[in-house]
């Protein structure tokens, strides 16, 4: 059974710096990778999304990675801004036709 | 063009009443599925509908929970004999083909049992 797991569960860090989520994941086994960002009360918004043959994919200041073979994606937001602060959740899609979700991390970013 | 919408968007209930949720996908996307997000739970998949294929219900906790799709595009989530711990957050979304293209969500239902 796949296991997604995302480190830290929370930050906090003043505006302008560059931060790095993590995502890791047990089942190498997977067809793609999406980050996504969720703001209080809210849905889901995608992010990026990186299929298994890739190893990066950027969207302005944002970066995710993905290293399959040993289960781990992260997420660099470069210059943050307070408009950043939400939770990011990872998520895989492996066997089956669903997404397999991290806790996702609580991401403060203070002016 | 118009995103996932789901209605409505709060829902209180007394324990042991049935609830319909719904979802209405993006136009033209094929894949629609429904997750639960409550607390100390994450995000868990629940139902999934590929066009016409029959649907994959593997993530239903149990049989108090139905989901239908009708012709194709708007979807109804059921649950019967609601209990406390159905609360939660209910998630619709809806890609363009199953897997390999990304899903979006839409704003959710807040259901709270009481």
């Known amino acids: 059974k796949q296991e997604v797991t995302q480190i830290p569960a929370a930050l906090s860090v003043p505006e302008g710096e560059n931060l790095v989520l993590n995502c890791s994941f047990t089942?190498?086994?997977?067809?793609?990778l999406q980050w996504f960002r969720q703001d209080p009360g809210k849905g889901l918004t995608s992010l990026l999304l990186?299929?298994?043959?890739?190893r990066e994919q950027t969207s302005g200041r944002l970066n995710a990675s993905l290293d399959k073979s040993s289960g781990r994606s992260t997420l660099y937001i470069a210059a943050s801004q307070p408009g950043d602060s939400a939770t990011y959740l990872c998520a895989v899609r492996s066997a089956g036709n669903m997404l397999t979700f991290g806790g996702g991390t609580r991401l403060m970013v203070k002016p | 063009g118009a995103g996932v919408s789901q209605s409505p968007s709060n829902k209180v209930t007394e324990k042991g009443k049935d609830v319909e949720l719904r979802c209405d996908p993006i136009?033209?996307?094929?894949?629609l599925y429904w997750y639960r997000q409550s607390l100390g739970q994450g995000l868990e998949f629940l139902i999934y509908f590929q066009g016409n294929s029959a649907p994959d219900k593997s993530g239903l906790p149990s049989d108090r929970f139905s989901a239908e799709r009708t012709g194709g595009s708007v979807s109804t989530l059921t649950i019967q004999r609601t209990q406390q711990e159905d609360s939660a957050v209910y998630l619709c979304?809806?890609?363009?083909?199953?897997?390999?293209?990304?899903?979006?969500f839409g704003p959710g239902t807040r259901l709270l049992v009481l």
């Open positions: 136009s033209g996307h094929t894949a």
């Open positions: 979304a809806s890609s363009a083909t199953s897997g390999m293209k990304t899903q979006y």
């Open positions: 089942d190498s086994a997977i067809y793609n």
């Open positions: 990186i299929q298994s043959s890739q």
